[in-house]
């Protein structure tokens, strides 16, 4: 009777220890809790005013990287920028203490420009936005302008430029409200 009581009680112990460990709460979000070094980073304050941006030197966890809590009071939005995407989170700085909003999270996806030959290349996951508005200046002249739309999950386009006009290239993209330059030369 006294061996049955005694694991009664353990198991007690022991579902109380494994409750209390699962109300806790991670404040820092998954895909924002790793950087790397060379992304670039902005935080921009409830106004709009870019407060910093610059490169990432070090890479690990964005919390620890930059001190957030010597910022004023209010909410800002960091924008990390990796290679194709770039992540866009809320934090709030109260008394310096910074919390991440989860609710806040977005990601957007960069476009892709590869210049073969004498072809242009551009692909955009469009998981965020279904267009792209393309246009392409050779020099200072406007060549080509076109809004590609789909109902994919990816906005493609192969663009033939002529041979026998050598030089600096220039394609504009506007999508998500954010424009993306690629300068090249063929």
């Known amino acids: 009777m006294k061996t049955l009581i005694k694991s009664i ?3 007690a112990g022991m579902l109380g220890t ?3 460990y699962a109300n806790e709460t991670s404040d820092i979000l ?3 809790k790793y950087i790397n070094a060379g992304d670039s980073i902005s935080v921009t304050d409830a106004s709009g005013e870019v407060i910093y ?3 990432i030197n070090y890479s690990g966890n964005l919390i620890k990287l930059f001190d957030f809590s010597k910022l004023k009071d209010g909410i800002y939005t960091v924008e ?3 290679d194709f995407e770039i992540e866009i989170v809320n934090i709030n700085v109260k008394n310096q203490v910074v919390t991440l909003l989860k609710d806040s ?3 957007i996806f960069k476009p ?3 210049a073969e030959d004498s072809k242009l290349i551009i692909s955009k996951l469009a998981l965020d936005s279904k267009e792209m508005k393309v246009e392409l200046y050779f020099g200072d002249d406007l060549i080509h302008t076109e809004t590609v739309e789909s109902s994919d999950k990816i906005l493609n386009r192969v663009y ?3 041979k026998s006009n050598r030089g600096e290239y220039t394609a504009i993209i506007r999508s998500n409200g954010r424009v993306y330059v690629e300068n090249f030369r063929i």
Do not use: A, I, M, N
Request: charged share 25%; proline share 4%; net charge positive.
């Open 9 to 11: 009680l353990v198991v």
């Open 18 to 20: 494994y409750t209390s």
């Open 30 to 32: 998954p895909t924002f």
């Open 53 to 55: 941006s610059g490169h």
């Open 80 to 82: 990390v920028g990796k």
């Open 105 to 107: 999270q977005e990601k």
């Open 112 to 114: 892709v420009f590869r």
């Open 160 to 162: 033939r430029l002529d």
